[in-house]
């Protein structure tokens, strides 16, 4: 009998984990499958593991503990504790549809040789969004995680991997391939691309994927993610990630001591370009600027955090020791 485990990994957000959780005891699960949920408790200071407990009369559940702050620890931990041949990954914040684990399941039993899954993430708003984001969201799906259109031909490709609020990897993938601890936030700081870089290094080793758009889920975006300083700093975690994942001395660029010339001239630029595009209340500019100004400060954080400024500001080496 096929096993399947669904991990969700959470910090400090039990009546979002309950949403979750509520709507997976609605879930159809296919015959000859059985199934489990490992919530991975991320060294929360809320009632998550009471939360997660309170489920144990309607869920195969679990609960596992992971001390070390920080969503690639805590990941990893999903990983390892997981009983599955298929580890279904699902964000804490997510609804997800009925039919979801039957679609999974069946993907993997129709393509026996392909060993990552995604899915479709729409979005849910608690409120009504904002002018701006309403109409750029299809432009903004990278920053809230949705996968709306996918490929026709439904193969992932590098351009255009799935998500974490839902995505199936087989078991054999994570046992050669880790979450990497020096990405994945760390409460509400620290760079992105933990599951990019995993899902590039499988796919580079030759691992297949593809896609199953009856695996759906909406993701809730709460109020103070639909604000502009989201999605700068979002940009700027994902420029910061980027920058840790290139090869050393690969795309040498003009710099002013120490900084991408680039970065720092797109600091003021984009700054004024995104107040003058707010001002005048063209949306398309402002988030375009937004995004370019966040891709900037990004650059710069990783050269600060990199470089000599950065460790001097850590108590390290002194700039010209």
Not at 35 to 59: G, P
Request: hydrophobic share 40%; aromatic share 8%.
């Amino acid at each position: 009998m096929e096993l399947l485990s669904i991990v969700i990994c959470t910090r400090n957000r039990s009546a979002l984990l309950a949403q979750t959780l509520g709507s997976l005891t609605q879930m159809r699960i296919p015959e000859d499958t059985s199934w489990e949920v490992v919530v991975v408790d991320n060294a929360s200071l809320d009632n998550t593991s009471e939360v997660a407990t309170n489920f144990w009369s309607l869920l195969p559940i679990r609960v596992v503990r992971e001390p070390e702050v920080g969503t690639s620890f805590a990941r990893n931990a999903g990983a390892q504790n997981a009983g599955g041949d298929i580890i279904v990954w699902l964000d804490d914040d997510v609804i997800v549809d009925p039919g979801l684990l039957e679609a999974y399941s069946k993907a993997a039993r129709q393509h026996p040789g392909t060993d990552i899954f995604g899915g479709c993430v729409e979005p849910y708003f608690p409120n009504e969004p904002p002018a701006w984001l309403k109409q750029e969201l299809p432009s903004l799906g990278v920053v809230y995680s949705l996968r709306m259109e996918l490929p026709i031909d439904g193969v992932i490709r590098l351009e255009h991997l799935p998500v974490a609020a839902n995505m199936a990897v087989r078991s054999c993938v994570h046992r050669n391939i880790g979450f990497d601890p020096n990405l994945g936030r760390r409460g509400n700081t620290g760079p992105l691309g933990e599951e990019t870089q995993l899902l590039s290094t499988a796919i580079t080793r030759g691992h297949l994927g593809r896609w199953v758009p009856a695996a759906r889920v909406c993701h809730y975006i709460m109020p103070s993610r639909q604000r502009p300083p989201y999605v700068r700093e979002w940009f700027t975690s994902y420029a910061w990630a980027l920058r840790s994942m290139q090869p050393p001395g690969e795309s040498p660029e003009p710099q002013l001591c120490g900084f991408p010339r680039w970065a720092i001239r797109g600091l003021v630029e984009e700054e004024a370009r995104y107040l003058l595009a707010r001002l005048r209340g063209d949306h398309k500019s402002m988030v375009r600027a937004l995004k370019n100004l966040g891709l900037s400060c990004g650059a710069l954080r990783y050269c600060w955090d990199q470089g000599s400024f950065g460790r001097w500001a850590r108590g390290g080496t002194t700039r010209g020791n």
